[in-house]
C-alpha cells in the first residue's frame, strides 16, 4: 500500500502521544480521587489512534509504527540520558531539578518499552482478528475489546516490572486496577471520536483493510 499524508499524520500523533506520556508520568496527579501518573492523561491517545490505524490500515503498516514508536522513544531516552551526563555550565544550578525530572531509573526504562510493546501489539492483533471474526461490524466492541487487553497488560506488565518488591502487593495490585479502569474508561469515552476518524480515513483514503493470510508476528517485518 502506498503511503499517504493522513497515515503520517495518524503515526505523529501516536508518537508524540507515547513519548509526551513518558516524559510527563514523572509527576503524580489526583483524578477523581484516584492518584495516578500524569502520563494517563495522553497515553490512551496512542491507543485510540493505534486503533484507527489498525482498523483503517491493517496490522501490517501498525507493526511498523509501534516499532517506530519504540525506536523514537528510545532515542528520546538516549538524547535526555546524554544531556544529563554532559558536565553542566558553571552558572547552570539546575542540575540537580533536571535529574529529578527527566532521570528515569534503568528499571523503570526497561519496565515502559517492554509494557508498551506487550500492550500495543496484543491491542492491535485482537483489532485485526476480532474485525475479520466480525466481519468489520461492531466497531466499538472491537476497539472496547482490544484496548481492555492491551491497556491491561501495559498496566500489569509495567508495575509489576517497576514496583514488584518495592511497595506492599495490596497497593500494587491496587495501582494496576486503577490505571487499567481508567485507560479502559478513556477508550471507552472516545468511542465517537474514533468512529469519526475512522469513517473519514476510510473515504478519503478508499480503503478498509482486512488482515486476511497476515503474518501477526511482531517481528515480521518483510510480511
Known amino acids: 500500500m502506498k503511503v499517504t499524508k493522513w497515515f ?13 506520556a513518558n516524559i510527563i508520568a514523572v509527576k503524580l496527579v489526583t483524578i477523581f480521587g484516584f492518584f495516578l501518573p500524569a502520563g494517563v492523561v495522553i497515553f490512551p491517545i496512542s491507543y485510540i489512534f493505534g486503533d484507527i490505524l489498525t482498523e483503517v490500515y491493517g496490522y ?27 558536565p553542566p ?64 497488560l501495559d498496566s500489569l506488565v509495567f508495575m509489576v516490572l517497576a514496583f514488584a518488591g518495592t511497595i506492599p502487593s495490596a497497593g500494587l495490585v ?15 469515552l472516545a468511542t465517537p471520536l474514533t468512529y469519526a476518524i475512522t469513517n473519514f480515513l476510510k473515504r478519503l483514503e478508499g480503503i478498509d483493510t482486512y488482515d486476511y493470510g497476515t503474518n501477526f508476528s511482531p517481528v515480521a517485518f518483510g510480511d
Not at 8 to 20: K, P
Not at 69 to 85: D, E, H, M
Open 60 to 86: 501490517r503498516l501498525t507493526r511498523l509504527v509501534i516499532w517506530l514508536g519504540f525506536l523514537c522513544n528510545l532515542l528520546a531516552v538516549v538524547a535526555i540520558w546524554i544531556a544529563q551526563i554532559l
Open 8 to 20: 503520517v499524520v495518524i503515526t505523529a500523533v501516536v508518537i508524540t502521544s507515547l513519548i509526551t
Open 174 to 188: 491496587n495501582a494496576i486496577l486503577t490505571q487499567w479502569v481508567f485507560k479502559s474508561t478513556y477508550e471507552v
Open 89 to 152: 555550565a558553571p552558572f547552570w544550578a539546575d542540575q540537580v531539578a533536571y535529574e529529578a525530572i527527566l532521570g528515569y531509573p534503568p528499571r523503570l526504562l526497561v519496565a515502559s518499552f517492554v509494557a508498551y510493546l506487550i500492550g500495543e501489539f496484543a491491542n492491535s492483533y485482537i483489532l485485526a482478528r476480532l474485525k475479520i471474526a466480525t466481519q468489520g461490524r461492531w466497531l466499538w466492541l472491537r476497539t472496547t475489546s482490544s484496548t481492555f487487553v492491551g491497556q491491561g
